[in-house]
């Protein structure tokens, strides 16, 4: 895991570095995905963010069974879209 040290400016605003910015695959003017979990502010593309929720909505069609394995895949699809379109 990358650590680096950066300040937040005026506004709230805090620089992500170029290194990280290049890893995630963002640049000026996306949108991320920002929680806080156990005290840490988690930062993830959108892109990343719509894998995760793929592969959760597959994990729940496995469990479900094969024949709802289907319809949580046209789900997932339809998620990535609506997450796409804003």
Known sequence: MQSR???IVEG?????????R????????DTVVIELVDGEL???SRKADLRRLQDRVRQIGR?????QSAAADQTSDLAAAEIANG
């Open 5 to 7: 040290a950066v300040k």
């Open 12 to 20: 709230g605003k805090l620089i992500i570095p170029a290194s990280f």
């Open 22 to 29: 290049r890893e995630l695959e963002i640049g000026t003017g």
């Open 42 to 44: 988690r930062v993830r």
């Open 63 to 67: 469990r479900e069974g094969a024949e």
